[in-house]
């Protein structure tokens, strides 16, 4: 197994296995997505992400996409993990785990004081793994979201829903 | 009212209301967070935040401090609000609402198709005013947090909590 950072010629590859994970929650239909614009966000003069790639024989078989976020408290970085993924022929060899550790290797190498992410309420095996390798659920924190441009603008203009 | 990009000049200022934030929540020794760090992780070349100051007859009276996230599934970035916070004397003038209504602004003018942020789950006055914006409570997803260095270095050596 082979762990890597995906470069600009990876786009192809990380889309896919972008598709792959949306088929696998059975929401094909969801990503809209290109490889344009992986590449214009990812590998731009200001990186809005780094990805992860793993390789098993050579062959890429799982991705792990984050970005940083901030800690007004803390004042400092976190690792912000938004997507962990491994093809499901590619399972049973450790390689979520270890973009796992991978990732927290690299959150102390940033400097960041946090490495987080977002689980959904019903997945409790996962949760429970993630609480074993020491992370908390912050159970009384909701997420809100204002989702796409006429949505955003209405809040711009004062409007309502 | 008057809304700005804060400058460096402003780190104090940040700091302050960061500070008043904090004795707000009632965990005045929650921020950590030192001038330095605002300095050097607002305003370097690589800038992990940003952050508005509003500010009422000339006085700053409170900030909102936001940086980008990114969606997979949308291939675009999205406006993450981390901190919005007012004076509680300077309340009334609807400061906090402008900073809300200038950040979505901001979104769209970044070309982001999210805007976010999180909301404690007791305090339901804000999630229906919220509502109201358009923004959707996303009760299903629980964010999870490795806190502290040491945390994390035990996900990354692959040990448990």
């Known amino acids: 197994m082979h762990l890597r950072d995906a470069t600009p010629a990876d786009c192809g590859t ?38 992860r ?23 400092r970085c976190g690792l912000y993990l938004e997507d962990l993924f491994v093809l499901p022929e590619a399972r049973g060899h450790g390689v979520g785990a270890a973009l796992l550790r991978d990732l927290a290797a690299r959150a ?7 490495f987080q992410w977002q689980v959904l309420d019903w997945n409790t095996p996962a949760i429970g793994f993630y609480e074993k390798l020491g992370a908390k659920a912050l159970k009384q924190w909701i997420p809100m979201r204002v989702e796409g441009v006429e949505a955003i603008r209405r809040v711009a203009e004062g409007k309502g829903a």
């Open 14 to 51: 990380l889309l896919n296995l972008i598709k792959a994970l949306a088929e696998y929650e059975r929401e094909p239909d969801a990503v809209i997505a290109t490889e344009a614009d992986l590449l214009r966000d990812g590998f731009g003069p200001t990186p809005r992400f780094h990805a």
């Open 53 to 75: 790639l793993a390789e098993l024989d050579g062959k890429p078989v799982g991705f792990a996409l984050w970005f940083f976020v901030w800690s007004t408290w803390q004042g």
């Open 108 to 114: 102390l190498q940033e400097g960041c004081t946090r």
